[in-house]
């Protein structure tokens, strides 16, 4: 199950990413080698964490904002 992630930051040779999940607040630290593997911008994540979600069962982080409703103005 994918979870929104709440926020990031940097440590030491990678990224650490808090989410909630049942209530709660997890925590998982990605290496920038991991991220790169998974394809994902660390810069990016680093400043706009709510853009991507984790799935921390298959260890993997995705790109989620292809689309925000909220960017389009009628």
Do not use: T
Request: hydrophobic share 35%.
């Amino acid at each position: 199950m994918r979870e929104r992630i709440l926020r990031s930051e940097r440590r030491g040779d990678g990224v650490n990413v808090v989410w909630e999940e049942g209530g709660e607040e997890r925590e998982a630290f990605f290496s920038f080698g991991e991220l790169i593997d998974l394809k994902v911008n660390a810069l990016d994540l680093l400043n706009n964490p709510g853009n991507y979600a984790i799935d921390e069962g298959a260890r993997k982080i995705s790109y989620v904002a292809f689309c925000q409703p909220s960017w389009h103005h009628e």
